[in-house]
């Protein structure tokens, strides 16, 4: 089983409550890792569920992110400061 069925079957199972057996419940899931964000939409009703799209971003994750937050606060730091000193 993939990471994407594993994460909707344990939604599936834990909100099988509020589900429909009749009136499918879209769900948008994001997984935003360390190398990587991936997300994919699944359908749900009380009985299944159906991956409808999925999509990977595999040179986007949190690495990035902190690199561009670290890059921005060092200009801001050190254009306030008159430092000078660049970040690499």
């Known amino acids: 089983m ?3 069925a594993a994460v909707c079957l344990g939604y599936g199972i834990f909100r099988k ?3 429909d057996v009749n009136n499918p ?3 948008i899931f994001v997984d935003f890792g360390h190398s ?4 994919y939409c699944a359908s749900f009703t009380k ?5 409808l799209a999925q999509s990977d971003e595999r ?7 902190d690199w561009i937050l670290a890059e921005h606060y060092s200009k801001k730091f050190n254009d306030e ?3 000078g000193l660049p970040i690499n």
């Open 25 to 27: 419940k879209n769900v």
């Open 17 to 19: 409550s509020e589900l």
């Open 47 to 51: 009985e299944k569920f159906k991956i």
């Open 81 to 83: 400061h008159q430092v």
């Open 59 to 65: 040179n986007l994750g949190a690495r990035d992110i």
């Open 36 to 39: 990587k964000t991936s997300s």
């Open 2 to 4: 993939n990471e994407n």
